[in-house]
T-cell receptor
Framework: DQQVKQNSPSLSVQEGRISILNCDYTNSMFDYFLWYKKYPAEGPTFLISISSIKDKNEDGRFTVFLNKSAKHLSLHIVPSQPGDSAVYFCAASYTGFQKLVFGTGTRLLVSP | GAVVSQHPSRVICKSGTSVKIECRSLDFQATTMFWYRQFPKQSLMLMATSNEGSKATYEQGVEKDKFLINHASLTLSTLTVTSAHPEDSSFYIC????????????FGPGTRLTVL
């Protein structure tokens, strides 16, 4: 049972445009969500997180939006840069639950 | 801050031997560390949760006698793959719960294990 889903395995965007990566979850207990970026043969790098008490969190070019009623979150990257090309994982957790549940990842390719 | 290192970055071993992978939190104390495995083009699969000073908690389907985890200090956890076989070849990644929010995990760079 995949509790966190990233339905788009890949996304291609031109440099300077907005990248929107989507993530859906099924477990209503989740109250903390994170996005990680991963290059091949490297560990994931933490990007940004959001708690369920918020619906938006912004950090530089990265903004995460949370729609609790739809059990959906998205990561917006604007403007996109070629260096953003990587695999992006969303992850979810809830208070008292030590583990993170990861989605399957979306490969982002930003072309010059 | 929140740097996690892993050693070695890659290792090649013969079938039947044991391999130890170290995970260190360099600038913070990690009471909880996690070990993941990633297969090609797949997501991260949590293998076990390691709490300092206690036995690791393994996920369903992960053999605890094959994947030995020790978390002897607040900055070091080790994963030993015992009697390795070619099907154990994979990318192993550790993480540690960090300072930026109790639920944020910071990952090591990973270890590529190849069993011949």
């Amino acid at each position: 049972d995949q509790q966190v889903k990233q339905n788009s395995p890949s996304l291609s965007v031109q440099e300077g445009r907005i990248s929107i990566l989507n993530c859906d979850y099924t477990n209503s207990m989740f109250d903390y969500f994170l996005w990680y970026k991963k290059y091949p043969a490297e560990g994931p790098t933490f990007l940004i997180s959001i708690s369920s008490i918020k619906d938006k969190n912004e950090d530089g070019r990265f903004t995460v939006f949370l729609n609790k009623s739809a059990k959906h979150l998205s990561l917006h990257i604007v403007p996109s840069q070629p260096g953003d090309s990587a695999v992006y994982f969303c992850a979810a957790s809830y208070t008292g639950f030590q583990k993170l549940v990861f989605g399957t990842g979306t490969r982002l390719l930003v072309s010059p | 801050g929140a740097v996690v290192s892993q050693h070695p970055s890659r290792v090649i071993c013969k079938s039947g031997t044991s391999v130890k992978i170290e995970c260190r939190s360099l600038d913070f104390q990690a009471t909880t560390m996690f070990w993941y495995r990633q297969f090609p083009k797949q997501s991260l699969m949590l293998m076990a949760t390691s709490n300092e000073g206690s036995k690791a908690t393994y996920e369903q389907g992960v053999e605890k006698d094959k994947f030995l985890i020790n978390h002897a200090s607040l900055t070091l956890s080790t994963l030993t793959v015992t009697s390795a076989h070619p099907e154990d070849s994979s990318f192993y990644i550790c993480s540690a719960r960090g300072v930026q929010g109790a639920d944020t995990q910071y990952f090591g760079p990973g270890t590529r294990l190849t069993v011949l």
